[in-house]
Protein backbone atom coordinates (compact mmCIF):
# COMPACT_ATOMS: atom_id res chain seq x y z
CA UNK A 1 0.00 0.00 0.00
CA UNK A 2 3.26 2.34 0.94
CA UNK A 3 3.80 2.52 -2.70
CA UNK A 4 0.30 3.65 -3.75
CA UNK A 5 0.08 6.66 -1.40
CA UNK A 6 3.10 7.93 -2.93
CA UNK A 7 0.39 8.48 -5.65
CA UNK A 8 -0.88 11.49 -4.65
CA UNK A 9 -1.78 13.77 -7.05
CA UNK A 10 -2.14 16.60 -5.83
CA UNK A 11 1.22 16.55 -4.40
CA UNK A 12 2.03 16.42 -7.41
CA UNK A 13 0.02 18.64 -8.77
CA UNK A 14 2.31 20.95 -6.41
CA UNK A 15 5.28 19.94 -7.28
CA UNK A 16 4.98 20.82 -11.03
CA UNK A 17 3.41 23.51 -10.29
CA UNK A 18 6.31 24.97 -8.31
CA UNK A 19 8.33 23.55 -11.27
CA UNK A 20 6.25 25.80 -13.66
CA UNK A 21 6.61 28.72 -10.95
CA UNK A 22 10.52 29.11 -11.44
CA UNK A 23 10.35 28.13 -15.25
CA UNK A 24 8.08 31.35 -14.89
CA UNK A 25 10.56 33.43 -13.26
CA UNK A 26 13.42 32.44 -15.36
CA UNK A 27 11.29 33.39 -18.19
CA UNK A 28 9.90 36.77 -17.20
CA UNK A 29 13.72 37.80 -16.59
CA UNK A 30 15.36 37.21 -19.58
CA UNK A 31 14.15 37.95 -23.33
CA UNK A 32 13.56 35.18 -25.77
CA UNK A 33 16.35 36.32 -27.74
CA UNK A 34 18.81 39.28 -26.44
CA UNK A 35 20.87 42.34 -27.63
CA UNK A 36 23.93 41.64 -29.43
CA UNK A 37 26.68 42.28 -26.71
CA UNK A 38 30.80 42.21 -26.73
CA UNK A 39 32.28 39.03 -25.92
CA UNK A 40 33.86 40.17 -22.58
CA UNK A 41 30.69 41.07 -21.06
CA UNK A 42 31.33 37.04 -20.45
CA UNK A 43 34.05 38.04 -17.74
CA UNK A 44 31.25 39.91 -15.30
CA UNK A 45 29.87 36.25 -14.99
CA UNK A 46 32.77 34.36 -14.06
CA UNK A 47 33.85 36.68 -11.30
CA UNK A 48 37.77 37.20 -11.99
CA UNK A 49 37.78 33.38 -12.10
CA UNK A 50 41.46 32.75 -13.85
CA UNK A 51 40.35 29.50 -16.21
CA UNK A 52 37.62 31.33 -17.36
CA UNK A 53 39.31 34.78 -18.30
CA UNK A 54 41.71 33.32 -19.67
CA UNK A 55 39.65 30.93 -22.16
CA UNK A 56 37.07 34.21 -22.51
CA UNK A 57 40.09 36.34 -23.43
CA UNK A 58 41.21 33.47 -26.29
CA UNK A 59 37.37 33.37 -27.31
CA UNK A 60 37.60 37.50 -27.80
CA UNK A 61 40.44 36.67 -30.52
CA UNK A 62 37.96 35.04 -32.74
CA UNK A 63 34.52 36.37 -31.61
CA UNK A 64 32.95 40.24 -31.11
CA UNK A 65 29.62 39.65 -29.86
CA UNK A 66 27.94 37.29 -28.16
CA UNK A 67 23.90 37.43 -28.16
CA UNK A 68 21.99 35.18 -25.62
CA UNK A 69 18.97 33.40 -25.86
CA UNK A 70 16.43 32.18 -22.73
CA UNK A 71 17.75 29.16 -20.66
CA UNK A 72 14.13 27.38 -21.30
CA UNK A 73 15.58 23.91 -22.90
CA UNK A 74 14.95 25.62 -26.21
CA UNK A 75 18.14 27.53 -26.36
CA UNK A 76 19.93 25.15 -28.92
CA UNK A 77 16.73 25.25 -31.40
CA UNK A 78 16.03 29.17 -31.09
CA UNK A 79 19.92 30.00 -31.31
CA UNK A 80 20.96 27.95 -34.08
CA UNK A 81 17.63 29.62 -35.67
CA UNK A 82 17.91 33.27 -35.15
CA UNK A 83 21.70 32.34 -35.78
CA UNK A 84 21.10 30.89 -39.54
CA UNK A 85 18.33 33.23 -40.44
CA UNK A 86 20.88 36.14 -39.39
CA UNK A 87 23.21 34.61 -42.42
CA UNK A 88 19.86 33.98 -44.69
CA UNK A 89 18.72 37.37 -45.02
CA UNK A 90 22.57 38.46 -45.87
CA UNK A 91 22.61 36.04 -48.56
CA UNK A 92 19.90 35.63 -50.85
CA UNK A 93 20.38 32.71 -53.07
CA UNK A 94 20.93 30.95 -49.75
CA UNK A 95 17.45 32.46 -48.50
CA UNK A 96 15.89 31.28 -51.70
CA UNK A 97 17.49 27.85 -51.48
CA UNK A 98 16.14 27.09 -48.22
CA UNK A 99 12.94 28.62 -48.93
CA UNK A 100 12.10 26.13 -50.92
CA UNK A 101 13.80 23.39 -48.42
CA UNK A 102 11.00 24.76 -45.97
CA UNK A 103 8.38 24.54 -48.61
CA UNK A 104 8.92 20.94 -49.28
CA UNK A 105 9.48 19.93 -45.63
CA UNK A 106 5.94 19.58 -45.13
CA UNK A 107 5.24 16.79 -47.45
CA UNK A 108 8.40 14.92 -46.20
CA UNK A 109 7.48 14.64 -42.73
CA UNK A 110 4.16 13.61 -43.65
CA UNK A 111 5.59 10.58 -45.60
CA UNK A 112 7.04 10.41 -42.86
CA UNK A 113 4.01 9.69 -40.80
CA UNK A 114 3.73 12.91 -39.03
CA UNK A 115 0.02 13.95 -38.72
CA UNK A 116 -0.99 16.84 -41.38
CA UNK A 117 -3.58 18.20 -39.27
CA UNK A 118 -1.59 19.22 -36.93
CA UNK A 119 2.11 19.54 -38.83
CA UNK A 120 0.57 22.10 -40.96
CA UNK A 121 -0.34 25.09 -38.20
CA UNK A 122 3.54 24.82 -36.92
CA UNK A 123 4.70 24.50 -41.02
CA UNK A 124 2.50 27.61 -41.78
CA UNK A 125 3.61 29.87 -39.35
CA UNK A 126 7.28 28.80 -40.01
CA UNK A 127 6.67 29.78 -43.33
CA UNK A 128 5.54 32.96 -42.63
CA UNK A 129 8.17 33.88 -40.26
CA UNK A 130 10.52 33.11 -43.30
CA UNK A 131 8.96 35.68 -45.70
CA UNK A 132 8.64 37.63 -42.55
CA UNK A 133 12.26 38.52 -43.11
CA UNK A 134 13.10 37.63 -46.99
CA UNK A 135 15.87 39.79 -47.56
CA UNK A 136 13.67 41.06 -50.67
CA UNK A 137 11.85 43.40 -48.28
CA UNK A 138 11.43 47.09 -48.23
CA UNK A 139 14.09 48.82 -46.17
CA UNK A 140 17.14 46.31 -46.64
CA UNK A 141 19.16 44.21 -44.14
CA UNK A 142 18.61 46.47 -40.89
CA UNK A 143 15.23 47.23 -41.19
CA UNK A 144 14.41 42.87 -41.93
CA UNK A 145 17.45 42.30 -39.27
CA UNK A 146 15.06 44.03 -36.39
CA UNK A 147 11.79 42.39 -37.72
CA UNK A 148 13.86 39.08 -37.40
CA UNK A 149 14.73 40.20 -33.58
CA UNK A 150 11.00 41.19 -33.39
CA UNK A 151 9.57 37.81 -34.33
CA UNK A 152 11.86 35.62 -32.38
CA UNK A 153 10.85 37.81 -28.58
CA UNK A 154 6.71 36.85 -30.02
CA UNK A 155 6.26 33.89 -28.24
CA UNK A 156 3.82 32.69 -30.21
CA UNK A 157 6.13 32.61 -33.18
CA UNK A 158 9.43 32.25 -31.50
CA UNK A 159 7.94 29.07 -30.27
CA UNK A 160 6.73 28.11 -33.26
CA UNK A 161 9.86 28.09 -35.21
CA UNK A 162 11.29 26.34 -32.30
CA UNK A 163 8.51 23.43 -32.69
CA UNK A 164 9.16 22.95 -36.50
CA UNK A 165 12.77 22.90 -36.31
CA UNK A 166 12.25 20.26 -33.59
CA UNK A 167 10.03 18.21 -35.63
CA UNK A 168 12.49 18.37 -38.78
CA UNK A 169 15.07 16.85 -36.51
CA UNK A 170 13.07 14.24 -35.28
CA UNK A 171 11.70 13.59 -39.29
CA UNK A 172 15.71 13.06 -40.10
CA UNK A 173 16.16 10.79 -37.08
CA UNK A 174 13.37 8.63 -38.57
CA UNK A 175 14.35 9.22 -41.42
CA UNK A 176 17.96 7.86 -41.19
CA UNK A 177 16.74 5.99 -37.88
CA UNK A 178 19.90 2.54 -38.75
CA UNK A 179 22.83 5.44 -38.77
CA UNK A 180 20.94 7.42 -35.81
CA UNK A 181 20.43 4.39 -33.62
CA UNK A 182 24.47 4.26 -33.02
CA UNK A 183 24.25 7.66 -31.21
CA UNK A 184 21.63 7.21 -28.53
CA UNK A 185 22.74 5.43 -25.07
CA UNK A 186 20.59 3.70 -23.21
CA UNK A 187 17.71 1.80 -24.00
CA UNK A 188 15.64 3.88 -25.61
CA UNK A 189 14.98 2.79 -29.43
CA UNK A 190 15.01 5.82 -32.14
CA UNK A 191 11.08 5.62 -31.92
CA UNK A 192 10.99 6.97 -27.98
CA UNK A 193 14.22 9.04 -28.22
CA UNK A 194 12.44 11.24 -30.64
CA UNK A 195 9.07 11.69 -29.04
CA UNK A 196 10.44 11.97 -25.62
CA UNK A 197 13.76 14.12 -26.48
CA UNK A 198 13.10 15.70 -29.35
CA UNK A 199 9.75 16.52 -30.54
CA UNK A 200 8.28 17.72 -26.75
CA UNK A 201 8.96 21.51 -26.34
CA UNK A 202 11.69 22.45 -23.31
CA UNK A 203 13.60 19.26 -24.10
CA UNK A 204 17.46 19.77 -24.06
CA UNK A 205 19.03 19.34 -27.16
CA UNK A 206 22.45 16.82 -27.40
CA UNK A 207 24.96 16.08 -30.31
CA UNK A 208 22.48 14.24 -31.82
CA UNK A 209 20.21 16.83 -32.04
CA UNK A 210 22.53 19.05 -34.04
CA UNK A 211 24.08 16.54 -36.28
CA UNK A 212 20.38 15.55 -37.62
CA UNK A 213 19.16 19.25 -37.46
CA UNK A 214 22.29 20.11 -39.88
CA UNK A 215 21.68 17.65 -42.30
CA UNK A 216 18.24 17.85 -42.69
CA UNK A 217 18.95 21.89 -43.75
CA UNK A 218 22.23 21.19 -44.77
CA UNK A 219 23.69 23.84 -42.57
CA UNK A 220 27.08 23.98 -40.61
CA UNK A 221 27.45 24.85 -37.08
CA UNK A 222 30.50 25.70 -35.76
CA UNK A 223 30.19 25.23 -31.56
CA UNK A 224 32.64 27.00 -29.24
CA UNK A 225 32.89 24.60 -25.56
CA UNK A 226 33.66 27.25 -22.60
CA UNK A 227 33.77 24.90 -19.33
CA UNK A 228 36.06 24.34 -16.95
CA UNK A 229 38.29 21.89 -18.72
CA UNK A 230 42.05 22.09 -19.05
CA UNK A 231 44.16 24.56 -20.87
CA UNK A 232 43.42 28.05 -21.87
CA UNK A 233 41.75 27.34 -25.11
CA UNK A 234 38.51 27.02 -25.89
CA UNK A 235 37.43 23.84 -28.10
CA UNK A 236 35.29 24.08 -31.01
CA UNK A 237 34.04 21.54 -32.95
CA UNK A 238 31.96 21.62 -36.66
CA UNK A 239 28.85 19.96 -37.24
CA UNK A 240 29.09 17.99 -39.84
CA UNK A 241 33.04 17.68 -39.72
CA UNK A 242 34.74 19.68 -41.95
CA UNK A 243 31.83 22.03 -43.24
CA UNK A 244 32.27 25.27 -43.46
CA UNK A 245 30.09 27.09 -40.48
CA UNK A 246 27.52 29.32 -40.66
CA UNK A 247 26.25 29.21 -37.74
CA UNK A 248 28.32 30.68 -34.33
CA UNK A 249 27.39 29.02 -30.54
CA UNK A 250 28.71 29.01 -27.92
CA UNK A 251 27.90 26.19 -25.29
CA UNK A 252 28.35 26.34 -21.49
CA UNK A 253 27.72 23.35 -19.78
CA UNK A 254 23.52 23.33 -20.34
CA UNK A 255 23.16 26.41 -22.76
CA UNK A 256 23.92 28.00 -26.01
CA UNK A 257 24.23 31.45 -27.25
CA UNK A 258 25.06 32.83 -30.39
CA UNK A 259 28.68 34.10 -30.85
CA UNK A 260 29.53 36.56 -33.76
CA UNK A 261 32.76 36.15 -35.19
CA UNK A 262 35.07 39.10 -36.32
CA UNK B 1 -29.13 6.99 -26.39
CA UNK B 2 -27.90 7.64 -29.86
CA UNK B 3 -30.52 10.40 -30.17
CA UNK B 4 -29.65 11.41 -27.10
CA UNK B 5 -25.78 11.77 -28.47
CA UNK B 6 -26.60 13.45 -31.91
CA UNK B 7 -28.80 16.06 -29.45
CA UNK B 8 -26.10 16.61 -27.74
CA UNK B 9 -23.37 16.28 -31.22
CA UNK B 10 -26.04 19.59 -32.34
CA UNK B 11 -25.67 21.61 -29.42
CA UNK B 12 -21.82 21.55 -29.23
CA UNK B 13 -21.68 22.04 -32.81
CA UNK B 14 -23.66 24.85 -33.36
CA UNK B 15 -21.30 27.56 -33.23
CA UNK B 16 -19.54 25.60 -35.89
CA UNK B 17 -22.02 25.98 -38.78
CA UNK B 18 -24.06 29.24 -38.00
CA UNK B 19 -22.01 31.99 -36.75
CA UNK B 20 -19.52 33.91 -38.82
CA UNK B 21 -18.10 35.59 -35.99
CA UNK B 22 -16.72 32.61 -34.17
CA UNK B 23 -15.01 31.89 -37.46
CA UNK B 24 -13.11 35.17 -36.92
CA UNK B 25 -12.50 34.72 -33.73
CA UNK B 26 -11.12 31.40 -34.22
CA UNK B 27 -8.35 32.62 -36.71
CA UNK B 28 -6.93 35.02 -34.46
CA UNK B 29 -6.45 32.06 -31.88
CA UNK B 30 -4.49 30.56 -34.97
CA UNK B 31 -7.83 28.28 -35.26
CA UNK B 32 -5.48 25.43 -33.70
CA UNK B 33 -8.00 24.18 -30.84
CA UNK B 34 -11.07 24.92 -32.36
CA UNK B 35 -11.21 23.39 -36.02
CA UNK B 36 -9.33 20.24 -35.03
CA UNK B 37 -12.35 17.95 -33.59
CA UNK B 38 -15.29 19.20 -35.71
CA UNK B 39 -13.71 18.50 -39.07
CA UNK B 40 -13.94 14.35 -38.25
CA UNK B 41 -15.06 13.67 -34.71
CA UNK B 42 -13.95 9.75 -34.08
CA UNK B 43 -16.99 7.55 -33.60
CA UNK B 44 -19.02 7.76 -30.18
CA UNK B 45 -16.79 11.16 -29.36
CA UNK B 46 -18.20 14.87 -29.21
CA UNK B 47 -16.49 17.60 -28.21
CA UNK B 48 -16.13 21.55 -28.39
CA UNK B 49 -15.81 24.50 -26.61
CA UNK B 50 -18.44 25.12 -23.58
CA UNK B 51 -19.09 28.82 -24.75
CA UNK B 52 -18.50 31.22 -27.68
CA UNK B 53 -16.87 33.39 -25.03
CA UNK B 54 -13.80 30.94 -23.69
CA UNK B 55 -12.21 29.01 -26.24
CA UNK B 56 -10.51 27.24 -23.82
CA UNK B 57 -13.01 25.04 -22.28
CA UNK B 58 -14.19 22.21 -23.97
CA UNK B 59 -17.34 19.82 -22.95
CA UNK B 60 -16.86 16.27 -23.92
CA UNK B 61 -19.00 13.47 -24.30
CA UNK B 62 -17.68 10.18 -24.47
CA UNK B 63 -19.47 6.80 -25.01
CA UNK B 64 -18.61 3.85 -23.11
CA UNK B 65 -16.32 1.37 -25.23
CA UNK B 66 -18.74 -1.48 -26.75
CA UNK B 67 -18.08 -4.65 -25.07
CA UNK B 68 -16.77 -2.95 -21.90
CA UNK B 69 -18.53 -2.71 -18.30
CA UNK B 70 -18.77 0.93 -19.48
CA UNK B 71 -21.08 0.30 -22.45
CA UNK B 72 -23.58 2.10 -22.89
CA UNK B 73 -22.89 5.06 -20.60
CA UNK B 74 -22.54 9.14 -21.95
CA UNK B 75 -19.89 10.24 -19.60
CA UNK B 76 -19.18 14.09 -19.75
CA UNK B 77 -15.92 15.33 -19.11
CA UNK B 78 -14.20 19.20 -19.23
CA UNK B 79 -11.12 19.97 -20.95
CA UNK B 80 -9.22 22.71 -20.00
CA UNK B 81 -6.23 24.48 -22.21
CA UNK B 82 -3.43 26.23 -21.09
CA UNK B 83 -2.55 29.46 -22.67
CA UNK B 84 0.18 28.21 -24.35
CA UNK B 85 -1.76 24.98 -26.17
CA UNK B 86 -0.67 23.17 -28.07
CA UNK B 87 2.84 23.44 -26.30
CA UNK B 88 1.65 22.05 -23.51
CA UNK B 89 -1.07 19.31 -22.86
CA UNK B 90 -5.07 20.15 -21.93
CA UNK B 91 -5.93 19.18 -18.58
CA UNK B 92 -9.28 16.42 -18.74
CA UNK B 93 -11.47 16.08 -16.03
CA UNK B 94 -15.02 13.81 -15.59
CA UNK B 95 -17.70 15.57 -14.59
CA UNK B 96 -19.99 12.56 -13.70
CA UNK B 97 -19.46 9.86 -11.08
CA UNK B 98 -16.29 7.51 -12.39
CA UNK B 99 -14.90 5.14 -10.47
CA UNK B 100 -11.82 3.83 -13.04
CA UNK B 101 -7.67 2.85 -11.88
CA UNK B 102 -6.74 5.72 -14.18
CA UNK B 103 -9.17 8.49 -13.04
CA UNK B 104 -9.03 10.48 -10.11
CA UNK B 105 -11.70 10.35 -7.16
CA UNK B 106 -12.31 14.25 -8.50
CA UNK B 107 -12.67 13.30 -12.08
CA UNK B 108 -9.06 14.26 -13.33
CA UNK B 109 -7.89 11.59 -15.88
CA UNK B 110 -4.02 10.71 -15.15
CA UNK B 111 -3.02 8.90 -18.27
CA UNK B 112 0.33 9.45 -20.47
CA UNK B 113 -0.96 11.69 -23.26
CA UNK B 114 -1.86 14.13 -20.96
CA UNK B 115 1.79 14.59 -20.02
CA UNK B 116 5.10 16.00 -21.26
CA UNK B 117 8.13 13.70 -20.62
CA UNK B 118 9.62 14.20 -17.67
CA UNK B 119 6.46 15.71 -15.97
CA UNK B 120 6.29 12.43 -14.46
CA UNK B 121 3.76 11.78 -11.56
CA UNK B 122 2.97 8.12 -11.92
CA UNK B 123 5.96 7.30 -13.58
CA UNK B 124 4.81 5.82 -16.63
CA UNK B 125 6.50 3.63 -18.97
CA UNK B 126 9.59 4.69 -21.63
CA UNK B 127 7.42 3.52 -23.98
CA UNK B 128 4.18 5.37 -22.90
CA UNK B 129 2.40 7.90 -25.36
CA UNK B 130 3.48 11.60 -24.08
CA UNK B 131 2.04 15.07 -24.99
CA UNK B 132 4.07 17.02 -28.06
CA UNK B 133 2.77 19.56 -29.74
CA UNK B 134 1.99 17.03 -32.65
CA UNK B 135 -0.73 15.25 -31.03
CA UNK B 136 -4.11 16.42 -30.54
CA UNK B 137 -7.38 16.78 -28.84
CA UNK B 138 -8.81 13.80 -31.24
CA UNK B 139 -5.63 11.55 -29.82
CA UNK B 140 -6.60 12.29 -26.24
CA UNK B 141 -10.23 11.53 -26.36
CA UNK B 142 -9.34 8.37 -28.45
CA UNK B 143 -6.56 7.73 -25.55
CA UNK B 144 -9.41 8.43 -22.92
CA UNK B 145 -11.81 5.75 -24.81
CA UNK B 146 -8.62 3.25 -24.70
CA UNK B 147 -8.23 3.97 -21.03
CA UNK B 148 -11.72 3.27 -19.82
CA UNK B 149 -11.75 -0.12 -22.22
CA UNK B 150 -8.19 -1.45 -21.06
CA UNK B 151 -7.64 0.32 -17.22
CA UNK B 152 -3.64 0.97 -16.43
CA UNK B 153 -3.82 -1.11 -12.91
CA UNK B 154 0.46 -0.39 -12.65
CA UNK B 155 -0.02 3.64 -11.80
CA UNK B 156 -3.13 3.52 -10.15
CA UNK B 157 -5.03 7.16 -10.01
CA UNK B 158 -7.38 5.68 -7.85
CA UNK B 159 -5.83 3.10 -5.97
CA UNK B 160 -9.10 1.53 -4.65
CA UNK B 161 -10.39 1.20 -8.29
CA UNK B 162 -7.44 -0.31 -9.02
CA UNK B 163 -7.60 -2.89 -6.63
CA UNK B 164 -10.95 -3.83 -7.27
CA UNK B 165 -10.32 -3.89 -10.59
CA UNK B 166 -7.39 -6.58 -10.44
CA UNK B 167 -8.76 -8.61 -7.64
CA UNK B 168 -12.81 -8.43 -7.53
CA UNK B 169 -13.72 -7.54 -11.12
CA UNK B 170 -17.14 -8.73 -10.62
CA UNK B 171 -17.96 -5.56 -8.06
CA UNK B 172 -16.08 -3.63 -10.38
CA UNK B 173 -18.28 -4.10 -13.13
CA UNK B 174 -21.51 -3.88 -11.34
CA UNK B 175 -19.94 -0.33 -9.61
CA UNK B 176 -18.85 0.26 -13.59
CA UNK B 177 -22.76 -0.90 -14.49
CA UNK B 178 -24.29 1.57 -11.74
CA UNK B 179 -22.38 4.60 -12.89
CA UNK B 180 -23.40 4.00 -17.02
CA UNK B 181 -26.85 4.00 -15.76
CA UNK B 182 -26.78 7.27 -13.56
CA UNK B 183 -25.13 9.34 -16.80
CA UNK B 184 -28.38 7.90 -18.59
CA UNK B 185 -30.33 9.27 -15.78
CA UNK B 186 -31.78 5.90 -15.17
CA UNK B 187 -32.71 4.97 -11.87
CA UNK B 188 -29.47 2.88 -10.44
Not at chain 1, 53 to 69: C, P
Not at chain 1, 183 to 191: A, K, N, V
Request: charged share 25%.
Amino acid sequence: MDSFKKNDGNRDELIIQQQRDIEKEISDSTPLVGEQLPLTCLWAEYNGDDVFTAKIQDLAKKYKFIRRTRPDGNCFFRAFAYSYMEYLISNNSAYKEFQKLAEDSKDKLVELGFPSFTLEDFHETFMEVIRRVSPDNPGGYNKVQSELHKIFNEQGYSDYVVVYLRLITSGKLQEEAEFYQNFIEGDFTIEEFRHQEVEPMFKESDHIHIIALCAALGAGVRVEYLDRGEGCIVKAHDFPEGTEPTIYLIYRPGHYDILYPN
Amino acid sequence: MLSMLSAKVQILHKPFVCDKHFTIFVDQLNGMILTELTLDPPEGIVAGPVSEDNFFEWEALIAGPEGTCFEGGVFPARLVFPPDYPLSPPKMKFTCDMFHPNIFSDGRVCISILHAPGDDPLGYELSAERWSPVQSVEKILLSVVSMLAEPNDESGANVDAAIMWRERREEFNSIARRLVRKTLGLPT
